[in-house]
């Protein structure tokens, strides 16, 4: 996709409906370090495609076609640069879809998987433009990811984190650690995210065995979202 001077490289499916109405759009995304192409022997695509969306997924930076190396940039220049770098290549992807004329602008969402879910989150809290959220396994909260031993898999190969485990630092520890040298991070929060949401659309799926979102993560997650869209007077979104 091209916006501007902005090359990315994607993949898009969408139905002939295209060519007579506007539909609607998701900008689908799987998780690190998977691949745009990686949703197409899933069907995800052509199934969203064949009930009238026009769907389209993106590599994010350091990622299949891009350059650079992903776990060399998170040891320089810490986690919450590099999602920021993801998020505006995404916004990037919604300034795409909402320029073209097979798509209807007032209707884009976005779905996500794992790191895709949590980007849903941060994006859809910058961008008003999506109309809906779909966050699958994307529920990082720091706090109860450090309290359990999803932290070590989450930073697996990280010299920093490494050196953490193998000087025996508590979950609470190494927080406070990493927080101090990745400033950002307590923000790339889903619990301090949702709220910002409020009232659109969200849906947040997880599982219960999920090795990196332990379910105290998706609950604080779900219950800061409860809280948001009832204060939002919309409850059931």
């Known amino acids: 996709l091209r916006v501007g001077e902005v090359s990315i490289p994607a993949v898009a499916c969408y139905s ?34 064949d009930r009238g969306f026009y769907v389209l997924s993106i590599d994010r930076p350091f990622h299949g076609q891009r350059p ?10 810490g986690l919450p640069a590099v999602y920021g770098d993801y998020v505006v290549d995404l916004i990037h992807a919604i300034d795409y879809l909402s320029l ?52 070590k898999a989450i930073f697996t190969g990280l010299p920093m984190a490494d050196s953490m485990i193998a000087a025996g630092m508590s979950g609470e520890q190494a927080l406070a650690h990493l927080s101090d040298h990745m400033p950002g991070l307590p923000l790339i929060d889903a619990a301090r995210i949702v709220p910002l949401l409020a009232p659109r659309p969200l849906l947040l799926l997880g599982g219960t065995l999920d090795p990196l979102v332990p379910a105290a993560s998706f609950e604080a997650t779900a219950m800061a979202a409860r809280e948001s869209y009832a204060s939002a007077g919309a409850p059931e979104s």
């Open 68 to 77: 650079g190396d992903r776990e060399d940039q998170i040891r320089r220049r």
């Open 100 to 151: 073209r004329a097979e798509i209807d602008p007032q209707r884009l969402g976005m779905v996500g998987l794992s790191t895709g879910g949590l980007e849903a989150l941060m994006v859809g809290a910058l961008d008003p433009r999506l109309k809906v959220i779909v966050s699958v396994s994307g529920h990082l909260v720091w706090p109860q990811i450090f309290a359990t031993q999803a932290w």
């Open 16 to 49: 002939e409906l295209g060519y007579t109405q506007r539909l609607p759009a998701v900008l689908w995304m799987p998780g690190s370090p998977n691949l745009k192409e990686d949703l197409i022997p899933l069907d995800l695509l052509s199934t969203w495609a």
